[in-house]
């Protein structure tokens, strides 16, 4: 199984930005899918996430401005992100919960540098 993430970039400040997240494998049910970010010198950190049912949860700093959404059909997560912030300069990873022929497991996708200029 792979999670291949793109669409990070540089990008002014209130600018906006996509980024999206394709699983491809052996896969037989995905679970949840979601956006981590780890600026430097932090933890990382959820951003946002989407279960299969297309419930979603969002972290306190990005609600209202970033926007997770799911193609289960392509088995693919994108994160629209609007009003960007310096702050939200990260690199920012894909991340899943699937089934393949065994138990759930959770797979990480590269990263993809965000960088927010002020």
């Known amino acids: 199984v792979q999670l ?3 669409g990070g ?3 002014q400040a209130g600018g906006s930005l996509r980024l ?7 896969i037989f049910s995905i679970n ?3 956006w981590y970010r ?3 010198g ?11 049912g297309g419930s979603t949860r969002y972290a306190d700093s990005v609600t209202g401005r970033f926007t997770i959404s799911r193609d289960n059909a392509q088995n693919t997560v994108y994160l629209q992100m ?11 990873y894909c991340n899943s919960d699937l089934w393949t022929t065994g138990p759930l497991y959770d797979y990480w ?3 993809t540098q965000v960088t927010v200029s002020s």
Do not use: F, H, W
Not at 20 to 26: L, Q
Not at 42 to 52: H, M, N, P
């Open 82 to 92: 609007n009003s960007l912030k310096p702050e939200d300069t990260a690199v920012y």
């Open 4 to 6: 291949q993430a793109s």
């Open 38 to 40: 780890q600026a430097p």
């Open 20 to 26: 999206s997240c394709a699983a491809s494998g052996s």
């Open 32 to 34: 949840d899918m979601g």
């Open 42 to 52: 932090k933890e990382r950190e959820l951003v946002a996430a989407i279960i299969s």
């Open 109 to 111: 996708g590269q990263g």
């Open 9 to 11: 970039g540089l990008v």
